[in-house]
């Protein structure tokens, strides 16, 4: 397994990091269909509006405030959120959701439902990347999304498909000042350090709609990583520091032992809604029905985490489900994989 991982951080490194778009058309009218459109014009369907939103939701979830007006402030396997502005220090947006799925954040009456199941499409294999901009369509002319759209609109998010990332793994020392270590084509660097260590799983509801070992959500506050089958409820979270210490909803992240807390280096800026880790970094993913154009980003674009025992090789996460405080207690590092596109 080590030459596998050599091999393709040479491969990574030797590619130019040059980027594409992928397009992503929601229409504002019930019964119309979602469409992603490649960079080299093919369009995919992606499933009917079943509903769209008569309202926005204010206050959203406290971190969507850390992202910029009018992008993709969380890309998940249950919920696609956007966030038009800040106003008194809350966000407001609104969601994207597939047509069955648990969504505490997305507010009532303030989504568009998408006929698909979790997972999969704009919540899978075509999801956005936190911090994609977001336009409105009106008359031809694209305009920001600051309001509730007409049913003559397009939603518009545009996305970056890496095609080598300029990070490709992080790996995290799971105990108190433990290193965050990103790898990538300018070499090794440490961009974080662990605060509190995660010793344990828990129940996190969207994690019913992913796998082991894969990305949940990722937003500008949290990264949220599956430790149980599709079907079933467990996961941990990855969360920036001022979020842990300022978020109120947040306050047992420091009592308990599913969530990972880390913080930013001596003198530079915090984490939330940054590059590489709470920004345009991660995505679902494909799954089950999923189908990408080709081997590269069918596989690339699928995420990974995998992790070591008591400081022993690599390998897949355990599989957990439910509450179980100590599920991870000999867990001594962590491992994530940066999804791409394409070479």
Not at 40 to 59: A, C, D, F, Y
Not at 66 to 84: D, G, P, R
């Amino acid at each position: 397994m080590k030459k596998f991982f050599l091999a393709l951080m040479i491969l990574f490194a030797s590619c130019a990091n040059a980027e594409e778009l992928l397009e992503i058309r929601v229409p504002c009218r019930e019964g119309l269909e979602v469409k992603a459109i490649l960079p080299n014009g093919e369009i995919i369907p992606l499933g009917r509006v079943l509903m769209t939103p008569s309202k926005t939701n204010w206050p959203a979830y406290t971190a969507s405030k850390w992202s910029e007006n009018s992008s993709v402030c969380a890309s998940a396997v249950n919920a696609i959120h956007i966030l038009l502005n800040v106003e008194n220090n809350r966000g407001r947006i609104i969601s994207l959701v597939p047509s069955v799925t648990i969504a505490p954040a997305a507010g009532r009456g303030s989504f568009f439902s998408i006929e698909c199941e979790a997972g999969t499409g704009i919540f899978g294999g075509f999801a956005p990347l936190t911090g994609s901009r977001v336009s409105i369509e009106r008359d031809g002319v694209e305009i920001p999304l600051a309001d509730v759209p007409t049913p003559d609109d397009f939603l518009i998010i545009r996305t970056k498909l890496p095609k080598s990332p300029k990070i490709f793994m992080v790996d995290i020392e799971n105990r108190p000042g433990g290193r965050v270590i990103a790898h990538g084509v300018e070499g090794v660097r440490v961009i974080a350090r662990v605060i509190h260590k995660v010793g344990g799983v828990g129940r996190f509801e969207g994690t019913k709609f992913q796998g082991v070992g894969r990305i949940r959500a990722s937003h500008s506050g949290v990264i949220d990583v599956s430790t149980s089958k599709r079907g079933e409820i467990g996961g941990i979270q990855i969360m920036p520091l001022k979020h842990a210490l300022t978020s109120k909803e947040m306050i047992n992240a420091w009592k308990l032992t599913q969530w990972l807390i880390i913080g930013p280096l001596p003198n530079a800026p915090d984490l939330e809604g940054r590059e590489p880790l709470y920004k345009s970094s991660f995505v679902p993913g494909p799954q089950l029905n999923d189908k990408l154009p080709d081997l590269w980003s069918q596989y690339g674009r699928k995420s990974l985490i995998l992790c070591r025992r008591d400081g022993g090789e690599w390998e897949r996460l355990p599989d957990f489900a439910g509450r179980v405080d100590d599920a991870l207690k000999d867990v001594t590092h962590l491992r994530l994989y940066f999804p791409f596109w394409s070479f």
